[in-house]
């Protein structure tokens, strides 16, 4: 544990955690969203129990695990390249086993194995403890798969290896699934019902990884403010929860107010916020604790009340509207993105005009946008025909991304003459004579090193900025320290 401390002062980027008695080499990776990168380290301490290191070479590994995406149709194709790549490895290597887990594993379940023949195991979202049994199958020379959802899996028990660390920052899940069916979505098919990890395990995985000189952890759900835990399962059985599991019950305000109380010295931040599940004693906690960053992801996917209502967001634009000031009435310093879908099926320019002014008058300091892409099997797939042209929506996004462009650049320029707060994570890409971290909001900061060390908070006169970037010089420490 020491070890690990003293190495991030020095400035070690790679925490790797290595059992030496292990004589199998696993090679993870993992694609799309910070779920999946966060359940690889849980696959990789489950594994790591079954005799497997990590490698970060493919052509030595026994076994290869893919963490998929299938949210857009281009993330699966980005997998379907990869698949490709481990088979070419598998010609010259045919000992070596490959599975592939999440949520494609989920959608596509036993196609894998019966129309494809490029993989040996398929497994789903909620059933990597069972991988040890599956693996005992591949090994016997069956295909092996376990795709059933659950509905009280949170994988609370599992201490996960972090994979590909910083030793600085680190993602902890609260929640898994997601219930609220948005018409475009495919995660409540992949990823099953909504439920909560008891609030005692995170908090031990907290405690874990300040012990060994971690300093900000997200808390990561699909809908981080529906988190309640009350000692039951699934989220929309709570009705039936008996007086005392009500009475005991843990939300996310009160769960938050926990963490920043329990870490002074940590920084937290959580994703994602579903605007209709927001409440304003989440807010009320983020204003009153130094240590939770002033940063809302609150996606809005569209800024027309009509293609909302078609999208199943339980909210209009101008209630999202007055959530936002409502935000910036609590918390003035607040940063916020988004995530917009462009050429949801029906949108017309007039929707598209009010997706655009909903930018201007929310002013989102980053954002991620997308063109609608059709996923089988969800509502819209089902209702609505795909109806905007590919190069419609093209323009469309275009036109999105470089009005938020201009409004980053503003947003970041704010920041200009200030002296901000930074925990220092890594080398700047740029300059290896530049430290690289974040202020309190979500914007990069880069200044030069001096003597200051990873893991450290700082304060950071800023002297100029690109969109998305601040350049500083270093003043001091900060309190966080
Ligand atoms: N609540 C989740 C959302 C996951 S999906 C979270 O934790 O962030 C992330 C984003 O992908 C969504 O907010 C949406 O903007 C986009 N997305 C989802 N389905 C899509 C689709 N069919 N086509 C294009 N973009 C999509
Ligand atoms: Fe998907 Fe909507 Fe849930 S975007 S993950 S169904 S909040």
Redesign the pocket.
């Known amino acids: 544990m020491e070890k690990i401390i003293e190495e991030n002062k020095q400035g070690t980027s790679l925490v790797l955690e290595q059992k030496e008695s292990n004589n199998k080499k696993l090679f993870i990776e993992s694609y799309g ?1 910070q ?1 999946n990168f966060s359940d690889s380290e849980i696959v990789a301490s489950i594994l790591h129990n079954e005799g497997y290191n990590t490698t970060q070479i493919l052509e030595e590994a026994d076994l290869v695990l893919v963490n998929t995406c299938s ?2 149709d281009k993330a699966e194709q980005t997998v379907r390249k990869r698949l490709e790549k481990y088979n070419a490895v598998k010609k010259i290597n045919p000992d070596m086993k490959v599975g592939v887990l999440g949520c494609m594993a989920e959608r596509l379940k036993s196609k894998f194995l019966e129309e494809e023949k490029i993989v040996d195991m398929v497994v789903g979202p909620d059933a990597y403890k069972d991988l040890p049994n599956l693996l005992k199958e591949v090994g016997e020379g069956r295909d092996a798969i376990n795709v059933i959802l659950s509905k009280d899996e949170t994988y609370g028990d599992i201490a996960p290896v972090r994979l590909n660390s910083n030793g600085v920052t680190a993602f902890v899940s609260i929640t898994r699934g ?1 219930d609220n069916m ?1 018409t ?4 409540p098919f992949t990823r099953g019902r909504e439920r909560s990890r008891e609030p005692q395990s995170i908090m031990d995985e907290i405690a874990d990884l300040w012990s060994r000189g971690f300093k900000e952890v997200t808390l990561l ?3 981080v403010d529906s988190y309640l835990w009350y000692g039951g399962g699934l989220k929309k059985d709570y009705d039936k929860a008996t007086d005392m599991q009500k009475a005991t019950a843990v939300d996310f305000a009160q769960l938050l107010d926990m963490c920043a109380i329990a870490f002074p010295k940590m920084r937290f931040r959580f ?2 916020s ?1 605007p209709q599940d927001m409440h304003e004693e989440v807010l009320h906690v983020i204003a009153k604790h130094h240590n939770i960053c002033n940063y809302i ?1 609150l ?1 809005v ?1 569209s800024g027309s009340t009509r293609i909302l209502k078609e999208m199943n967001r339980q909210h209009t634009r101008e209630e999202y509207m007055e959530l936002v000031d409502k935000i910036k009435n609590i918390i003035p310093d607040i940063s916020l993105s988004q ?3 462009t050429g949801f099926p029906t949108e017309t320019e007039e929707d598209h005009q009010d997706t655009l002014s909903l930018l201007n008058y929310v002013r989102y300091d980053f954002g ?1 946008m ?6 089988p099997g ?1 509502l ?1 797939a089902r209702k609505l025909e795909d109806d905007v042209p590919e190069e419609v929506k093209k323009r469309r996004l275009q036109e999105i991304v470089d009005l938020q462009q201009d409004i980053a650049y503003q947003r970041t320029a704010r920041f200009v003459g200030q002296t901000v707060e930074v925990l220092i994570e890594k080398s700047s890409k740029r300059s290896d004579l530049h430290w690289s971290g974040r202020n309190n909001q979500n914007t990069v900061v880069v200044f030069p090193k001096e003597n200051y060390k990873v893991g450290e908070f700082v304060m950071v006169k800023v002297n100029e900025c690109t969109t998305a970037t601040l350049i500083g010089e270093a003043v001091g420490y900060s309190e966080m320290n």
Do not use: K, L
Not at 184 to 187: A, L, S, T
Not at 370 to 375: I, K, Q
């Open positions: 969203c779920m949210i857009r997601c948005c475009f979505c495919v995660v759900g699909q809908n994703s994602t579903n992801h996606p996917q995530d917009i879908i991620f997308f063109a609608y892409s059709e996923r969800t819209a």
